[in-house]
C-alpha cells in the first residue's frame, strides 16, 4: 500500500463541502493512519506480511477514546503506530478483535488529538443513499459513494456476514475506511475491494462491516480482548467457491484440517451427512455442530476418490499472537 502521501484521489470524486449539512474537516479529524508491524513468525503473516497499512476512525466508549479498525490490521500485532490528520504520531496497543465481525479495537499510548466520531446504525441506509467514504489523509482520501448492494457475505477464511454494505465507487486504500451518513455518523468499516454484478455489469465496490454489529460487543471487547460469545469451531480452512463445489484453496499449517490429512484441491462434499455447495452453507453447517472443539466429520472428493475426514475443531485465537493488555 503506498504512503498516505504520495496519492490522492480525484477532485471530482472528492466530497465537497457544499453538498454537506455537515463540517466535513471535523470527520477528516476524527480518522488516523494505522501502521502496524506484526509478527513474522505468527500464523497471518504470509497472506498479509508484516507491514501494514490502514485507517482506523477515533470512537468514545464510556471511559476513553478508542480507535476502531478493520482487524487483519492489527492481528499479531508487534507495534501499532497512529497518525492524525496534522501529523502528529502515537503509540498504541492492540486491544481486540472480534473475529466474527471484523473489529479490530485500538488503544493510544499518548494524546492523540484527535475528536471521535458518533456512531449511527446501517439499518437506515436505503440503496442509493449518498454516503462518504473516509480514509486518512482528509479531503484529498475521501470520496462521495453510493450504497449499491447490502447482502450476506462470504470470506474464504472461514467468516460470514448475514449483511453487509457494499458502496462504489470503490476507495483504492479500503482497510479500516470510515463509512458516514450525511447526517456524519459512523455507519461502517472498510473491509475489502470486491466486484458487484448489477443488472449484468460489473462494479468495483468497497465492502464495509455495518457499525450496528460493534454496540453488542464493544464493551466485551473493551474488558476482555474479544467478545463473551462462544467461539465458533474453525478449520483453519481457506475455501472457494466453484459452481456448486466447495474447494480446499489453502490449509494453516498445523491447524485441524491439516492436521486430519484434508488436502490442497479436495472438494467438500458434506458437512455430518449434510451436503454442501455454498460458502455460507458450508461456514453454518459447521458452526451449527457445536462450539470450538467439537469434532467436524466432513466427506472429501479427492479425484475419483471419495473421503471421510474426522476434524477436531478449534478456536482460532487459539493459534493467533496475542496482544499485550494496557
Known amino acids: 500500500m503506498a504512503n498516505s502521501e504520495q496519492w490522492e484521489l ?11 449539512d455537515i463540517d466535513l474537516t471535523a470527520i477528516y479529524r476524527s480518522v488516523v493512519l494505522v501502521h502496524t508491524e506484526a509478527s513474522a513468525d505468527g500464523y497471518t503473516a504470509p497472506f498479509l506480511g508484516t507491514e501494514r497499512l490502514g485507517s482506523g476512525v477515533v470512537i468514545r466508549s464510556a471511559e476513553r477514546k478508542l480507535v476502531l479498525t478493520i482487524g487483519y490490521l492489527i492481528t499479531e500485532a508487534e507495534s501499532i503506530w497512529l497518525t ?50 473516509v480514509g486518512q489523509g482528509g479531503e484529498g482520501h475521501s470520496l462521495e459513494a453510493q450504497l449499491i448492494a447490502r447482502r450476506e457475505f462470504a470470506g474464504y477464511w472461514e467468516y460470514l456476514l448475514d449483511e453487509a454494505l457494499f458502496t462504489a465507487p470503490p476507495h483504492p486504500q479500503w482497510g479500516g475506511t470510515a463509512l458516514v451518513g450525511t ?31 460493534l454496540e453488542p460487543v464493544l464493551e466485551d471487547m473493551i474488558e476482555l480482548g474479544r467478545p463473551r460469545r462462544t467461539a465458533r469451531p474453525w478449520l483453519g480452512l481457506y475455501t472457494a467457491e466453484q459452481a456448486d463445489h466447495i474447494m480446499v484453496a489453502g490449509l494453516t499449517r498445523d491447524g485441524p484440517a491439516h492436521r486430519a490429512g484434508v488436502r490442497l484441491g479436495d472438494v467438500i462434499v458434506e458437512v ?37 475426514a474426522l476434524l477436531q475443531s478449534a478456536d482460532r485465537e487459539d493459534f493467533l499472537k496475542k496482544p499485550q493488555r494496557h
Open 272 to 308: 455430518a451427512g449434510h451436503r454442501v455447495t455454498s460458502l455460507p452453507q458450508f461456514f453454518r453447517s459447521v458452526w451449527n455442530i457445536g462450539a470450538a472443539g467439537v469434532e467436524v466429520p466432513l466427506k472429501l472428493l479427492r479425484g475419483a476418490d471419495s473421503l471421510h
Open 84 to 133: 492524525n490528520l496534522d501529523g502528529r504520531v502515537v503509540e498504541a496497543a492492540p486491544m481486540a478483535y472480534d473475529q466474527a465481525s471484523g473489529f479490530g479495537l485500538v488503544q493510544p499510548l499518548g494524546a492523540l488529538d484527535a475528536p471521535a466520531i458518533e456512531r449511527g446504525s446501517a439499518a437506515k441506509l436505503a440503496l442509493g443513499d449518498r454516503v462518504l467514504v
Open 10 to 20: 480525484p477532485a471530482a470524486l472528492r466530497p465537497q463541502q457544499s453538498r454537506f
Open 183 to 213: 447526517d456524519g455518523l459512523l455507519l461502517g468499516i472498510g473491509s475489502l475491494f470486491v466486484q458487484e454484478s448489477m443488472a449484468q455489469e460489473g462494479f468495483d465496490a468497497n465492502m464495509f462491516v455495518p457499525i450496528d454489529l
